[in-house]
């Protein structure tokens, strides 16, 4: 008996009929549209990190900037 693998839990939860077709070895026959649909995931997953990137490094320079405005109003009462 072969351990299941997360991917196959993965396909099964998806699709039962699709892990079905997989573990009996056939070949699906929309192969052009399953690769427009991976390079779509890819790119759409590459995306995605990129906006989380940016919205990180937006949150750390409204921190900087608050941090400098705080700096530069608390000095201006010092004097």
């Not at 351990?3 to 009996?24: H, K, M």
């Amino acid at each position: 008996m072969q351990p299941v693998r997360a991917s196959e839990i993965s396909s099964y939860l998806y699709c039962g009929r699709a892990w079905w077709y997989q573990q009996q070895g056939e070949i699906p026959g929309n192969k052009h549209q399953l690769n427009l649909g991976n390079q779509y995931h890819q790119t759409h997953g590459r995306d995605v990190l990129l906006v989380r990137a940016l919205r990180a490094a937006a949150w750390i320079l409204l921190l900087a900037a608050l941090v400098i405005l705080a700096a530069a109003l608390t000095s201006k009462w010092l004097d």
